[in-house]
């Protein structure tokens, strides 16, 4: 069964940073496109950047910049270190996977963690 778990949420104020983990498990996952998404209050889940499994990267507009994904298959866990945090990133943010080439469409990805909470103050 695959499972993957996130940590490292948590309440900052605008500026900061804060660096979050996605723990894989029950899969080997150094093959598969790995995502962030993240859902505000009121809003629909959105892409926020995809690593492929030869670790490129993409981001979207509104964190390309501040936002850097990664991996450590070694460790069947992706990062996301977030800067410059501000109030308008404040959602709860997935990880996702699919065993093909990442996407920014959250349809295609058929793994999903159980998300981690950010809120940043401002």
């Known amino acids: 069964q695959e499972q993957l778990v996130e940590s490292g949420g948590g309440l900052v104020q605008a500026g900061d940073s804060l660096k979050l983990s996605c723990a894989a498990s029950?899969?080997?996952?150094?093959?598969?496109?790995m995502a962030w998404f993240r859902e505000a209050p009121g809003k629909q889940r959105e892409w926020v950047a995809y690593?492929?499994?030869?670790?490129?990267?993409n981001y979207a507009d509104s964190v390309k910049g501040r936002f850097t994904i990664s991996r450590d298959d070694a460790r069947s866990t992706v990062y996301l270190q977030m800067n410059s945090l501000k109030p308008e990133d404040t959602a709860i943010y997935y990880c996702?996977?699919?065993?093909?080439?990442?996407?920014?469409?959250?349809?295609?990805?058929?793994?999903w963690g159980q998300g981690t909470q950010v809120t940043v103050s401002s």
């Open positions: 996702a996977a699919r065993f093909g080439a990442p996407t920014s469409s959250r349809q295609l990805y058929d793994i």
């Open positions: 029950g899969r080997a996952f150094g093959g598969a496109g």
């Open positions: 690593i492929t499994s030869a670790s490129r990267t």
